[in-house]
């Protein structure tokens, strides 16, 4: 007999995945990756066998248990799988699926809700980032209706509140891990001539090396599909990605899902610059939520590779700036503490989130016999 795992299918902003009660999950960590990838179906390039959606955006998950934390409310794990390969990564964030994290503990009877607006507080366990979560609620769970769009997922829904509290230095020991706003590199690998460019390497919530798309003979327009095919550009891109990560005192990245790489070129709809992000392979629909806000941040600072191509408005008071990516832009509130001290910015946006299918994922018991 399988063993049956309670689950419920979530979209967390422009990403989705099974989100499961830690509890019903294995302790021992080795064992829960097995059922983890086992319920995703890799390493399968279609992940046939499973419940991914044969890419990266697809193929995530989400591990929610409650806290007993001071202040906290519930504690959540983001795992990572790439369809194709054989490990779970819980080291990044993911800002897109920790937006399903209280809709999924308010289905599943894990939050009691609070009147009709509530806000509750995440620990990430990935990194150790608090976020203050605000949701509208009809009947105790999360509002069905409502018009917030964010770009890359059709209609609207109930808009979800996300405040970052903690982000810099997430998986990388600071906010600007080379100690400096703006790196040089000498690019070298196998099939391909070697180049220099600058890059900046920075970490708000996401490791990123952020680099101008017409230095790696791209216009930062091109749509994924001509990026993904774009095998010389990705070659390229990767070893960038490889000699950076030692840069920031990653290691070798090679079999890791960061840094990851984000194209940059002038604005073209209005916003302060427009991305292109690997992740690190194939590139992203639109940007991942923390990548957004680390590009942010990076427009923020002086001496990065943004200066001179992104497009401002700072003033007094909250700086709203708007990061274009494939299929629109993603706009973020930062606040005056970024103004007072730009390594810390405090961040705010929206995002949306849905059950999808509420159920059990059936897992081969030679995998894992249940508890
Ligand atoms: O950067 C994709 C996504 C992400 C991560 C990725 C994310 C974030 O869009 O916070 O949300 O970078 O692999 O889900």
């Known amino acids: ?43 399968d390039r279609r992940q046939i066998d499973g419940l991914g959606g044969a ?31 054989d490990a779970v990564d819980t080291r990044p964030n993911c800002g897109n699926m920790l937006a399903a994290a209280v809709p999924f503990a308010l289905e599943t009877g894990m939050l009691q809700p609070r009147g009709d607006r509530a806000t509750y507080c995440v620990l990430s366990r990935n990194t150790g980032m608090r976020t203050e979560i605000t949701v509208p609620l009809d009947k105790g769970q999360l509002a069905e209706l409502g018009d917030a769009h964010i770009d890359g997922v059709p209609g609207s829904a109930a808009p979800i509140e996300v405040r970052f509290l903690e982000t810099a230095g997430s998986v990388c020991k600071r906010l600007l891990p080379t100690g400096n706003p703006r790196d040089r590199f000498n690019v070298r690998g196998a ?26 003979g791209a216009t930062g327009y091109e ?10 550009l990705r070659r390229r891109v990767e070893a960038l990605r490889l000699q950076a990560a030692v840069a920031m005192g990653l290691g070798d990245v090679s079999a890791k ?12 709809h209005g916003g302060a610059l427009t991305t292109r992000s690997f992740i690190p392979h194939v590139c992203h629909e639109s940007i991942g939520v923390l990548a957004a806000v680390t590009v942010a941040t990076a427009i923020t600072l ?25 299929s629109g832009a993603l ?36 995998v894992w016999k249940g508890p």
Do not use: W
């Open 302 to 326: 002086p001496g990065t590779v943004c200066d001179g191509l992104a497009v401002r408005c700072p003033g007094p008071g909250t700086e709203r700036l708007s990061i274009e990516h494939p």
């Open 223 to 232: 749509t994924v599909a001509e990026l993904d095919a774009h095998m010389d």
């Open 257 to 268: 899902s960061y840094p990851k790489m984000t194209m940059i070129a002038p604005p073209r």
């Open 1 to 43: 007999m399988p063993t049956a795992i309670p689950c419920l299918l979530m979209r967390g902003g422009t990403s989705k995945g099974p989100f499961f009660n830690a509890a019903h999950l294995p302790d021992d960590v080795a064992t829960r990756d097995r059922v983890l990838l086992a319920a995703l179906g890799s390493p």
């Open 191 to 216: 099939g391909f001539a070697p180049f220099i460019l600058d890059a900046t390497c920075i970490d708000n919530g996401m490791p990123l090396v952020i680099f101008e798309a017409a230095h790696v």
């Open 331 to 366: 706009a973020m509130n930062l606040s005056d503490a970024a103004a007072q001290n730009p390594a810390l910015p405090k961040v705010a946006l929206l995002r949306t989130a849905r059950v999808l299918m509420r159920g059990e994922v059936m897992v081969p018991s030679t």
């Open 55 to 85: 890419h990266p955006l697809s193929s995530k998950i989400g591990i929610v248990s409650l806290s007993t934390q001071p202040g906290v409310d519930l504690e959540f794990l983001f795992a990572q799988v790439q369809p194709d390969q």
